[in-house]
C-alpha cells in the first residue's frame, strides 16, 4: 500500500463558510443493497411533504415508508424545534432542549431517509387552542416560512398529522394544520411573498391530506363508518435491501428522540395508515394518483430514465463499479436538459450513487474541532477509490478564495492518499453560533434575517473541501465538510462537526445569583482561551446600585485551550432588585462577551454555541427556616444549583443513600421533577420517603405525568394526576387557604409574588385528591374551569407530604423572586421561627 505525501505540493489557503447538508456524521458507507435502492430511486420524480409543530410529531412509519418503499423524495416540515418541552436526557431547556431536539430529529431522517425543515417558530410551551398561538407566533411570518419551504421543495403531496381543530389536542398543533392549508394555496400565488422570488418559483402541490386514525373518532364504531372514505396505505411491508420492516425502520426513527423519551418497538406485519382529504384533487385510491413521477415530466428526460433503468439492470452487488459507465453516459444527458429543479435534484443524487459505486472515499479532518477566526488549521486529507474504475483527482478547492491546488493524481485501486496540509481561517468568519440564536427574537419567534437561512435544520458546515475528479475521462465534484475525528477507545471513531469560534470566552458560573441577604457573592468569571498567546483584560458590568470589585482584572494565556478563574465580588443594593450582570473582555481594544458552552450527549453529534456571558442577579426580600435539603433526581433540572444560590445546603441522593436513618438528617427531602417516571426503583424508595415524613419529615414531591408511572400510588393518600395545566405563565393565582403556613411562613407570599413567571404557572395538576389534602392555590387558563390541584399539602404522621405541579423547574432557574419566597415556605413547614436545621441537630 503506498501512501503519497504533498505537503511539498500545497500552498497555505483558507476557506469560508458554505452550504453542507450533514455535518460531523461519519462519511456514509452504504451498503451494496443500500446503492441498488438508490438506483431505482434515480428513476422516481415524486416529492411529499409531511408537516406538524414539534419533533416527534411526525408519523415515522409513514415517513419511512414513502421514502423507501415509494422511493419519493419526503421531507418533514416541524414548524418549532421543541424548546418548550421537557428534558429526560439532561438539564437542558428552552433554546438548549431545543438544539438538543434539533439533532434528534436529523437522526431520525437520517434513520428513516426523510429531510429536515423547520419555520422560524419558537415553541413557547403548551398552547391550548390556536387563537392563544397565533397572539404569539407571528402568524403570516410562519406562513411565509412554510410557504418557503414548499416552494424550495416542491411537494407533490402535502400530508399534516394533527386536524386544524380541538381534537389537536395542542395549539401547535392545531394551528400546524390551519397554516398548512393556507400554505398549500399561498405557495402557488406569486402575489404572496413575492420577495421569495428571487430565489424560487410559485409551486402547486396537487394535494393535502390528514394523516388521522382511530384516535380521531368517538369510537370504533364511528371510525369503522365514516373510515370507508378514508385513504388507506399499508405501510408495514417489508424492505429486503434494508433488511427490515417499516415498522422496524420507524422505530429506530422516532427512539432517536431521547430526551422526549420515545423509545419505540418495531413492528411487522400489515399495518394501515389513513389519509382524509383536505383540499386540491382528491385522491380515490392511490396517493399520487395524476402525479406523474417518471422522467417523463421533463421535457427530454426519457434518454435519462433509459440509462438509469439499463443501469438497474447491469447492477451486481459484487460488482457496483461496474454500472459507472452507464451512470456516467445519465450524467452527461441529465447535465444536457435545461435547468430545473428535478435536474438539480437528481444530479445531486446521482452524483452519490457514483462516488458510492466507486468505493469512493474522501474525508477532511481538522487536528481539532474548533478554531478562532483568523487562526492557522492544521488539516489531514483522504482520498481513495476502491474500484478498477480510473479515477485522477485534480485539484482540491478550500475555498475562500475560491482557487484550486491542481493535483492530477491518479487514485489507483485500493490505494489511499493522505496528507497534511495547514490552511488559515479569514479573520473575518462567522462564529459557528446556530444561525437562528444569533439574534434575540421574541417569545414567540427566532430572529433570521438571511431568506437562504431560513428552515435549513443546522448551520451549513463552517468549511469545505470540493474535490474536483476525473472519472473515466468525465468531471465529476465532491464537496465535503471539513470536520473533527478522534479515537475513542470505547466507541471508537468519533465525529463531530468543526466550528469556527471566538479568541476569548467568558463563562460565568451561574446564569443566575440569588442574594438571599445584604451580604456579598463571590462571582467566578472563566476565562478560556481559543487561540494561542492572548492577553488582556476581564470586567464585570451592572446597573448603578450594584457594587463589583476589582473594577478589571488582567489574564494571560499562553496556549490555546487554556483557563484562567478571576473571582469577583458583587455587592447588591439595599432594597429588592433584578438586573443583568454582564462578562467583558478586551483583547487589543476589541471587547468578547461570549461563552463557550457544548452540548455532548451520544445519541448526536456534539454542539457547540457562544450565549453572552450574562447572568440575571436578583436581591431578595426572603426568609427561610432549615439548612439542609436531600434533593433526588428525576428526569433532569438544575433546582438543587437554585436552592443553592439562596443558602441552602443540597445533597444529591444516591442509591445507598435512601435509608432512613440517612434521611432524617435533613429539614426537607426534595423529588427532582418526573421522579415517579424517570426511576425504576421509586417503588423501593417510597416506604422510606413516607416513614421520613410520618416521623417528621418534609418531602415535596414535584410533577409528574399521569401515565409511565413506576407506582400505582405515590401519595399517603388517594391523589390521582391529570393533563390539566395553567400554561398562561401571568395567570390569576388565587389562594384557597390564605391563612396556610405555605403562604405566611417565614414569608408573607403576596400576588406580587407571581409577577415575572416563565413559561407556564404548571403541568400535570392532581384532578382529584383524598380530603387529608389542603389545596393552597388556584389558576387557570382562559375559559377554562379552575385549577386547584397544583399545589396539595397534607400532614402525615409528623411530617408534611407536598404534591406541586407549580413550574418551579422553570422558575427557580429562570431567577424569579416570588418562586424561590414560595419554594423556601414549603421547606420551611412544620419549622417553628426558632426551630435549628436539621444540619444543627446532627451535630
Known amino acids: 500500500m503506498k501512501v503519497y505525501s504533498l505537503r511539498a505540493f500545497l500552498a497555505t489557503t483558507a476557506f469560508v463558510l458554505f452550504l453542507y447538508p450533514l455535518q460531523a456524521q461519519m462519511p456514509q458507507k452504504p451498503s451494496a443493497a443500500k446503492l441498488q435502492q438508490d438506483l431505482h430511486k434515480l428513476n422516481v420524480l415524486g416529492s411529499v411533504l409531511y408537516l406538524a409543530a414539534h419533533p416527534d410529531d411526525e408519523n415515522t412509519r409513514l415517513i419511512a415508508y414513502l421514502s423507501n418503499e415509494k422511493l419519493y423524495n419526503t421531507g418533514y416540515l416541524a414548524v418549532t424545534r421543541g424548546d418548550g418541552g421537557q428534558n429526560l436526557v439532561g438539564p437542558e431547556i428552552r433554546e438548549g432542549l431545543g438544539i438538543i431536539r434539533t439533532q434528534e430529529l436529523l437522526q431520525a431522517r437520517r434513520t428513516d431517509g426523510g429531510k429536515q425543515f423547520f419555520t422560524r417558530a419558537n415553541d413557547f410551551g403548551f398552547s391550548k387552542n390556536p387563537e392563544e398561538t397565533f397572539t404569539i407566533w407571528d402568524k403570516e411570518q410562519v406562513l411565509a416560512d412554510m410557504v418557503w419551504t414548499i416552494r424550495k421543495f416542491r411537494p407533490d403531496v402535502m400530508i399534516t398529522r394533527f386536524p386544524p381543530d380541538e381534537r389537536a389536542g395542542h395549539g401547535h398543533h392545531s ?68 433488511g427490515k420492516s417499516y415498522g422496524e425502520i420507524a422505530a429506530e426513527s422516532r427512539s432517536m428522540h431521547k430526551s422526549q423519551g420515545f423509545g419505540a418497538n418495531g413492528s411487522r406485519g400489515a399495518n394501515l395508515e389513513y389519509l382524509q382529504h383536505t383540499t386540491g384533487d382528491k385522491a380515490q385510491q392511490q396517493l399520487f394518483e395524476g402525479v406523474n413521477t417518471t422522467w417523463s415530466r421533463i421535457k427530454g428526460g426519457e434518454k435519462v430514465q433509459q440509462l438509469i433503468q439499463k443501469a438497474i439492470n447491469n447492477y451486481k452487488p459484487a460488482e457496483p463499479a461496474s454500472v459507472v459507465p452507464i451512470l456516467l453516459a445519465a450524467k452527461k444527458e441529465l447535465e444536457k436538459l ?90 473575518n468568519s462567522f462564529y459557528s453560533q446556530p444561525y437562528w440564536l444569533r439574534e434575540e427574537g421574541t417569545l414567540g419567534m427566532f430572529a433570521v434575517q438571511n431568506q437562504q437561512q431560513v428552515g435549513l435544520p443546522e448551520n451549513p458546515a463552517a468549511a469545505q473541501a470540493t474535490f474536483s475528479l476525473s472519472v473515466a475521462g468525465e468531471p465529476l465534484s465532491i464537496t465535503v465538510p471539513v470536520i473533527y475525528k478522534r479515537t475513542d477507545p470505547v466507541e471508537g471513531e468519533v465525529y463531530r462537526p468543526f466550528v469556527i469560534t471566538p479568541p476569548v470566552f467568558v463563562n460565568l458560573k451561574e446564569h443566575v445569583f440569588m442574594f438571599a441577604s445584604p451580604e456579598p457573592k463571590q462571582v467566578q468569571v472563566l476565562v478560556k482561551s481559543g487561540k494561542d498567546d492572548i492577553s488582556g483584560d476581564v470586567r464585570l458590568s451592572a446597573p448603578k446600585g450594584w457594587r463589583i470589585e476589582p473594577a478589571t482584572a488582567a489574564f494571560k494565556l499562553a496556549a490555546k485551550g487554556a483557563e484562567q478563574s478571576i473571582t469577583f465580588t458583587v455587592y447588591p443594593p439595599k432594597e429588592a432588585q433584578e438586573a443583568q450582570l454582564q462578562a467583558i473582555a478586551t ?51 438544575e433546582i438543587p444549583a437554585s436552592l443553592q444560590q439562596i443558602g441552602y445546603n443540597v ?5 445507598e443513600d435512601m435509608r432512613l436513618s440517612f434521611l ?65 405563565e401571568d395567570a390569576e393565582v388565587r389562594f384557597l387557604n390564605p391563612e396556610h403556613p405555605v403562604l405566611n411562613s417565614p414569608n408573607k407570599i403576596t400576588q406580587q409574588d407571581f409577577n415575572g413567571w416563565v413559561q407556564e404557572r404548571g403541568l400535570y395538576f392532581p384532578s382529584e385528591w383524598g380530603n387529608e389534602f389542603t389545596p393552597i392555590l388556584s389558576a387557570n387558563d382562559p375559559g377554562e374551569p379552575a385549577r386547584d390541584g397544583g399545589l396539595l399539602v397534607a400532614k402525615y404522621g409528623e411530617g408534611y407530604y407536598v404534591y406541586t405541579g407549580y413550574s418551579w423547574f422553570r422558575e427557580l432557574p429562570a431567577g424569579v423572586p416570588g418562586a424561590y419566597r414560595l419554594f423556601t415556605n414549603l421547606i420551611s413547614l412544620g419549622k417553628a421561627e426558632n426551630e435549628v436545621s436539621g444540619e444543627a441537630k446532627a451535630r
Not at 404572496?192 to 370504533?220: H, I, M
Not at 474525508?363 to 476502491?386: C, H, W
Not at 445533597?651 to 442509591?655: E, G, P, Q, R, V
Request: net charge positive.
Open 664 to 728: 432524617k438528617q435533613f429539614d426537607a427531602v426534595i423529588l427532582g421533577v418526573r421522579a415517579y417516571n424517570t426511576i425504576d426503583r421509586i417503588r423501593f424508595y417510597q416506604p422510606t420517603l413516607l416513614d421520613y415524613v410520618k416521623q417528621g419529615g418534609n418531602l415535596i414531591v414535584q410533577y409528574n405525568t399521569n401515565h409511565s408511572l413506576n407506582l400505582p400510588q405515590i401519595a399517603p393518600y388517594p391523589l390521582k394526576l391529570s393533563r390539566d395545566r395553567v400554561t398562561v
Open 338 to 427: 435545461p435547468d430545473n429543479y428535478w435536474k438539480r435534484v437528481k444530479l445531486e443524487e446521482l452524483q452519490d450513487v457514483l462516488q458510492h459505486a466507486l468505493g469512493l472515499y474522501l474525508e477532511v479532518t481538522a487536528n481539532d474541532f474548533a478554531a478562532a477566526s483568523g487562526q492557522p488549521v492544521k488539516l489531514d486529507v483522504e482520498a481513495i477509490n476502491r474500484s478498477a474504475v480510473p479515477v485522477v483527482l485534480k485539484s482540491i478547492n478550500y475555498s475562500v478564495a475560491n482557487t484550486d491546488t491542481t493535483l492530477n493524481i491518479s487514485l489507483k485501486n485500493n490505494e489511499p492518499l493522505k496528507y497534511t496540509v495547514n490552511h488559515t481561517l479569514p479573520k
Open 175 to 242: 394551528a400546524s394544520a390551519i397554516l398548512a392549508e393556507e400554505a398549500f394555496k399561498a405557495a402557488a400565488d406569486p402575489k404572496r411573498f413575492p420577495e421569495q422570488l428571487k430565489y424560487v418559483e410559485a409551486w402547486q402541490a396537487k394535494r393535502l391530506l390528514w394523516n388521522t386514525g382511530v384516535w380521531s373518532f368517538r369510537s370504533q364504531e364511528e371510525f369503522e363508518k365514516f373510515g370507508k372514505e378514508l385513504l388507506k396505505i399499508d405501510v408495514g411491508g417489508y424492505n429486503p435491501l434494508l
Open 587 to 637: 483583547i487589543d481594544g476589541k471587547t468578547y462577551t461570549q461563552g463557550l458552552n457544548e452540548i455532548n450527549y451520544s445519541h448526536i453529534p456534539a454542539q457547540v454555541t457562544f450565549p453572552e456571558a450574562t447572568a440575571k442577579i436578583v436581591k431578595l426580600d426572603l426568609q427561610k427556616r432549615g439548612q439542609r435539603v436531600a434533593y433526588l433526581m428525576g428526569a433532569g433540572d
Open 651 to 655: 445533597t444529591l441522593l444516591k442509591d
